[in-house]
Protein backbone atom coordinates (compact mmCIF):
# COMPACT_ATOMS: atom_id res chain seq x y z
CA UNK A 1 0.00 0.00 0.00
CA UNK A 2 1.43 3.69 -0.97
CA UNK A 3 2.32 5.43 1.68
CA UNK A 4 -0.10 8.78 2.42
CA UNK A 5 0.96 11.86 2.81
CA UNK A 6 0.37 11.78 6.48
CA UNK A 7 2.02 8.62 7.08
CA UNK A 8 4.93 10.25 5.50
CA UNK A 9 4.77 13.54 7.42
CA UNK A 10 4.77 10.87 10.82
CA UNK A 11 7.94 9.03 9.35
CA UNK A 12 9.46 12.19 7.87
CA UNK A 13 9.74 14.40 10.71
CA UNK A 14 12.11 12.77 12.93
CA UNK A 15 14.41 13.25 10.01
CA UNK A 16 13.88 16.35 9.33
CA UNK A 17 13.99 17.90 12.78
CA UNK A 18 17.28 16.76 12.97
CA UNK A 19 18.05 17.73 9.99
CA UNK A 20 16.95 21.12 11.02
CA UNK A 21 19.21 20.39 14.67
CA UNK A 22 22.65 20.66 12.79
CA UNK A 23 24.06 23.97 14.12
CA UNK A 24 24.93 25.08 10.04
CA UNK A 25 21.39 24.73 9.21
CA UNK A 26 18.63 25.00 12.55
CA UNK A 27 18.57 28.81 12.52
CA UNK A 28 19.95 29.63 9.07
CA UNK A 29 17.77 32.60 9.08
CA UNK A 30 17.59 33.11 12.61
CA UNK A 31 21.25 34.65 13.58
CA UNK A 32 20.22 35.26 17.31
CA UNK A 33 18.97 32.08 18.07
CA UNK A 34 21.49 30.22 16.05
CA UNK A 35 24.08 32.04 18.22
CA UNK A 36 22.52 31.57 21.68
CA UNK A 37 22.33 27.89 20.70
CA UNK A 38 25.47 27.92 19.68
CA UNK A 39 26.48 29.74 23.46
CA UNK A 40 24.35 27.14 25.55
CA UNK A 41 21.67 29.62 25.92
CA UNK A 42 18.55 27.78 25.02
CA UNK A 43 18.19 24.84 27.67
CA UNK A 44 15.71 22.30 28.06
CA UNK A 45 13.91 21.96 31.30
CA UNK A 46 10.91 19.79 33.28
CA UNK A 47 8.01 22.74 33.95
CA UNK A 48 6.23 22.80 36.73
CA UNK A 49 3.03 25.51 37.37
CA UNK A 50 6.17 28.00 36.67
CA UNK A 51 9.36 28.56 36.18
CA UNK A 52 11.87 29.05 39.15
CA UNK A 53 14.94 29.69 39.12
CA UNK A 54 16.76 30.11 42.55
CA UNK A 55 18.93 33.30 43.47
CA UNK A 56 21.61 33.86 45.99
CA UNK A 57 20.92 37.39 45.72
CA UNK A 58 22.97 39.45 48.31
CA UNK A 59 26.16 38.55 50.72
CA UNK A 60 25.50 37.61 54.63
CA UNK A 61 24.63 40.62 56.14
CA UNK A 62 25.76 39.29 59.49
CA UNK A 63 29.10 39.39 58.01
CA UNK A 64 31.37 41.63 59.73
CA UNK A 65 34.97 42.53 60.72
CA UNK A 66 35.31 41.51 64.63
CA UNK A 67 36.37 44.70 66.79
CA UNK A 68 37.57 42.31 69.66
CA UNK A 69 38.45 38.37 69.66
CA UNK A 70 35.16 37.88 71.68
CA UNK A 71 32.80 40.38 69.55
CA UNK A 72 29.57 39.02 69.17
CA UNK A 73 27.63 37.68 65.71
CA UNK A 74 24.96 38.50 65.32
CA UNK A 75 22.29 35.42 65.76
CA UNK A 76 19.23 36.63 63.08
CA UNK A 77 18.54 33.93 60.38
CA UNK A 78 20.53 34.29 57.29
CA UNK A 79 18.19 35.20 54.53
CA UNK A 80 20.24 34.95 51.16
CA UNK A 81 18.30 33.03 48.95
CA UNK A 82 15.06 34.15 46.96
CA UNK A 83 13.60 32.89 43.65
CA UNK A 84 12.93 34.90 40.02
CA UNK A 85 9.49 32.85 39.22
CA UNK A 86 8.53 33.25 35.44
CA UNK A 87 5.03 32.16 33.12
CA UNK A 88 5.52 29.66 30.90
CA UNK A 89 4.78 31.11 27.28
CA UNK A 90 3.55 28.67 24.49
CA UNK A 91 3.87 28.53 20.18
CA UNK A 92 2.07 26.46 18.27
CA UNK A 93 2.30 26.03 14.25
CA UNK A 94 -0.92 24.22 12.67
CA UNK A 95 0.31 21.79 9.49
CA UNK A 96 -2.94 21.36 7.23
CA UNK A 97 -3.22 19.92 4.05
CA UNK A 98 -6.18 18.24 1.78
CA UNK A 99 -7.12 15.39 0.00
CA UNK A 100 -6.74 16.70 -3.29
CA UNK A 101 -3.17 17.22 -2.63
CA UNK A 102 -2.58 13.75 -2.02
CA UNK A 103 -4.71 13.28 -5.31
CA UNK A 104 -2.19 15.68 -6.82
CA UNK A 105 1.01 14.01 -5.69
CA UNK A 106 0.77 10.38 -6.78
CA UNK A 107 4.28 9.31 -7.04
CA UNK A 108 5.75 8.65 -3.62
CA UNK A 109 8.73 11.12 -4.79
CA UNK A 110 6.46 13.80 -4.97
CA UNK A 111 4.67 13.01 -1.73
CA UNK A 112 8.09 13.43 -0.18
CA UNK A 113 9.27 16.28 -1.08
CA UNK A 114 5.65 17.84 -0.32
CA UNK A 115 5.93 16.74 3.42
CA UNK A 116 9.51 17.77 3.61
CA UNK A 117 8.36 21.11 2.53
CA UNK A 118 5.35 21.50 4.85
CA UNK A 119 7.79 20.24 7.80
CA UNK A 120 10.73 22.67 7.14
CA UNK A 121 8.41 25.54 6.60
CA UNK A 122 6.73 24.78 10.31
CA UNK A 123 9.75 24.48 12.08
CA UNK A 124 11.20 27.34 10.17
CA UNK A 125 8.18 29.32 10.95
CA UNK A 126 8.26 28.24 14.50
CA UNK A 127 11.74 29.78 14.85
CA UNK A 128 10.88 32.51 13.11
CA UNK A 129 8.56 33.44 15.83
CA UNK A 130 10.81 32.67 18.55
CA UNK A 131 13.39 34.74 17.81
CA UNK A 132 10.64 37.78 16.55
CA UNK A 133 9.22 37.54 19.97
CA UNK A 134 12.76 37.85 21.59
CA UNK A 135 13.19 41.17 19.79
CA UNK A 136 9.81 42.68 20.63
CA UNK A 137 9.25 45.95 22.31
CA UNK A 138 7.04 44.33 24.62
CA UNK A 139 6.04 40.45 25.48
CA UNK A 140 4.61 38.30 22.86
CA UNK A 141 1.37 36.34 24.40
CA UNK A 142 3.34 36.28 27.97
CA UNK A 143 6.52 35.39 25.93
CA UNK A 144 9.03 37.61 27.35
CA UNK A 145 11.54 39.67 24.96
CA UNK A 146 15.39 41.00 25.48
CA UNK A 147 13.78 44.44 26.43
CA UNK A 148 11.35 43.36 28.70
CA UNK A 149 14.25 41.38 30.62
CA UNK A 150 16.53 44.34 30.23
CA UNK A 151 14.90 47.92 29.90
CA UNK A 152 15.92 50.83 28.97
CA UNK A 153 15.48 52.43 32.95
CA UNK A 154 17.68 49.28 34.05
CA UNK A 155 14.30 48.67 36.26
CA UNK A 156 11.09 46.81 35.93
CA UNK A 157 9.44 44.01 38.05
CA UNK A 158 11.11 40.30 36.06
CA UNK A 159 10.44 37.44 37.77
CA UNK A 160 8.48 38.49 40.24
CA UNK A 161 11.10 41.13 41.53
CA UNK A 162 11.09 44.79 41.62
CA UNK A 163 13.95 46.03 40.56
CA UNK A 164 12.99 49.49 41.12
CA UNK A 165 13.10 48.73 45.11
CA UNK A 166 15.60 45.26 45.03
CA UNK A 167 18.18 47.74 43.02
CA UNK A 168 20.31 44.46 43.21
CA UNK A 169 18.24 43.07 40.08
CA UNK A 170 18.73 46.33 38.47
CA UNK A 171 20.43 45.82 35.11
CA UNK A 172 22.57 48.06 33.12
CA UNK A 173 21.61 50.42 30.55
CA UNK A 174 22.65 53.98 29.09
CA UNK A 175 22.42 55.85 25.69
CA UNK A 176 24.97 56.25 22.87
CA UNK A 177 24.36 59.51 20.32
CA UNK A 178 22.71 59.09 16.65
CA UNK A 179 26.15 59.34 15.33
CA UNK A 180 28.20 57.10 17.16
CA UNK A 181 30.72 59.18 18.38
CA UNK A 182 30.32 57.78 21.48
CA UNK A 183 28.69 54.08 21.29
CA UNK A 184 32.17 52.55 21.95
CA UNK A 185 32.58 54.34 25.11
CA UNK A 186 29.04 54.05 26.20
CA UNK A 187 29.07 49.89 25.50
CA UNK A 188 32.57 50.32 27.41
CA UNK A 189 30.19 51.60 30.45
CA UNK A 190 27.78 49.05 30.56
CA UNK A 191 30.13 46.01 29.95
CA UNK A 192 31.91 47.02 32.78
CA UNK A 193 28.91 48.01 35.19
CA UNK A 194 27.35 44.46 34.14
CA UNK A 195 30.72 42.80 34.74
CA UNK A 196 31.31 44.17 38.51
CA UNK A 197 34.99 43.79 37.87
CA UNK A 198 37.90 42.98 35.21
CA UNK A 199 38.60 38.67 34.38
CA UNK A 200 34.74 38.09 36.02
CA UNK A 201 33.19 34.86 34.97
CA UNK A 202 30.10 36.66 34.76
CA UNK A 203 30.85 39.12 31.33
CA UNK A 204 28.71 39.69 28.53
CA UNK A 205 29.66 37.15 25.33
CA UNK A 206 27.06 38.28 23.36
CA UNK A 207 25.73 41.27 22.51
CA UNK A 208 23.07 41.61 19.60
CA UNK A 209 20.86 44.33 17.83
CA UNK A 210 19.66 45.51 15.01
CA UNK A 211 21.43 46.13 11.62
CA UNK A 212 21.84 49.87 11.89
CA UNK A 213 23.47 49.41 15.03
CA UNK A 214 25.46 47.02 14.23
CA UNK A 215 26.66 48.71 11.31
CA UNK A 216 27.07 51.86 13.49
CA UNK A 217 29.58 50.34 15.67
CA UNK A 218 31.18 48.56 12.65
CA UNK A 219 32.35 51.94 11.15
CA UNK A 220 34.02 53.13 14.41
CA UNK A 221 36.11 50.36 14.15
CA UNK A 222 37.36 51.17 10.39
CA UNK A 223 40.13 53.50 11.52
CA UNK A 224 41.60 50.65 13.54
CA UNK A 225 41.61 47.79 10.51
CA UNK A 226 45.07 46.43 9.19
CA UNK A 227 44.90 45.03 5.85
CA UNK A 228 47.84 41.96 5.38
CA UNK A 229 47.70 41.87 1.23
CA UNK A 230 47.17 43.25 -1.64
CA UNK A 231 43.40 42.98 -1.67
CA UNK A 232 41.44 45.28 0.30
CA UNK A 233 38.33 43.65 2.08
CA UNK A 234 36.09 46.64 3.13
CA UNK A 235 34.15 45.90 6.20
CA UNK A 236 34.84 42.90 8.82
CA UNK A 237 33.61 38.90 8.71
CA UNK A 238 32.93 39.15 12.09
CA UNK A 239 32.26 41.75 14.64
CA UNK A 240 33.70 41.02 18.19
CA UNK A 241 33.28 43.72 21.67
CA UNK A 242 35.93 42.55 23.93
CA UNK A 243 35.15 39.31 24.40
CA UNK A 244 31.90 38.98 23.58
CA UNK A 245 30.71 37.79 19.95
CA UNK A 246 28.30 40.92 18.46
CA UNK A 247 25.91 39.71 15.68
CA UNK A 248 22.66 41.65 14.37
CA UNK A 249 19.04 40.14 13.97
CA UNK A 250 16.52 41.93 11.37
CA UNK A 251 13.89 41.40 13.72
CA UNK A 252 16.39 44.20 15.97
CA UNK A 253 16.74 47.75 16.07
CA UNK A 254 18.56 50.50 17.90
CA UNK A 255 19.11 48.68 21.39
CA UNK A 256 22.39 46.85 22.26
CA UNK A 257 21.67 44.04 24.27
CA UNK A 258 24.42 42.45 26.18
CA UNK A 259 24.10 38.73 27.39
CA UNK A 260 25.94 35.62 29.00
CA UNK A 261 24.56 32.25 28.74
CA UNK A 262 24.95 31.56 33.06
CA UNK A 263 22.57 34.52 33.39
CA UNK A 264 20.36 34.41 30.06
CA UNK A 265 18.12 31.96 28.45
CA UNK A 266 15.58 30.67 26.68
CA UNK A 267 14.14 27.98 28.56
CA UNK A 268 12.45 24.97 26.69
CA UNK A 269 10.50 22.39 28.18
CA UNK A 270 11.77 18.82 28.32
CA UNK A 271 8.50 17.25 26.62
CA UNK A 272 7.39 19.88 24.48
CA UNK A 273 9.62 21.57 22.15
CA UNK A 274 8.75 21.55 18.68
CA UNK A 275 6.36 18.65 19.54
CA UNK A 276 4.43 17.40 16.83
CA UNK A 277 0.94 16.20 17.21
CA UNK A 278 -1.19 13.53 16.58
CA UNK A 279 -2.55 13.63 12.94
CA UNK A 280 -6.28 14.38 12.54
CA UNK A 281 -8.90 14.02 10.32
CA UNK A 282 -10.81 17.70 9.91
CA UNK A 283 -14.30 17.97 10.33
CA UNK A 284 -16.13 19.14 7.53
CA UNK A 285 -13.41 19.78 5.39
CA UNK A 286 -11.59 16.67 3.01
CA UNK A 287 -8.09 17.17 4.97
CA UNK A 288 -5.68 16.65 7.62
CA UNK A 289 -4.04 19.03 9.97
CA UNK A 290 -1.53 18.03 13.29
CA UNK A 291 0.43 21.18 15.04
CA UNK A 292 4.12 21.91 16.43
CA UNK A 293 3.73 22.98 19.71
CA UNK A 294 6.52 24.31 22.41
CA UNK A 295 6.33 25.57 25.81
CA UNK A 296 9.15 28.04 26.66
CA UNK A 297 10.03 31.39 28.13
CA UNK A 298 13.16 33.51 27.67
CA UNK A 299 14.12 34.14 31.46
CA UNK A 300 17.09 35.83 33.31
CA UNK A 301 18.47 34.51 36.78
CA UNK A 302 20.97 37.71 37.75
CA UNK A 303 19.23 40.62 35.76
CA UNK A 304 21.96 42.60 36.93
CA UNK A 305 24.69 40.83 34.90
CA UNK A 306 22.94 41.73 31.97
CA UNK A 307 23.07 45.61 29.84
CA UNK A 308 21.37 47.15 26.74
CA UNK A 309 22.72 50.44 25.27
CA UNK A 310 20.45 52.22 22.62
CA UNK A 311 20.07 55.81 20.74
CA UNK A 312 19.51 58.90 22.56
Not at 56 to 73: A, C, I, Q, S
Not at 90 to 114: H, I, R, Y
Not at 272 to 280: H, M, S, T
Request: a negative charge.
Amino acid sequence: MALTIGQIAAVAYPAVLNEQRKPEDQFSENALLSEMQRQGMIKSRAFGETLQLTLDYRRNPGGKFLTTDVDEMSLAKTEVITAAEYAIGELGVPVMWTKKDEVQTPSENQKVAFVDSLLTNAISTHDDLIEEALLAATSTEGVHSALVLIPENGAGTVGGIDASTETWWANAADTYLADGSDIEAVLTEVWNTASKGSGSKLSPTLLFSGSDAHALFESTQVPYMRYDSQDIKAGAKSLMFKTAKYIFSHFGDDHVFMVNPKTFSLYASKQYFRDKGEQREMEKINGFSFKLYSALQLATSNKSRLAVAYEA
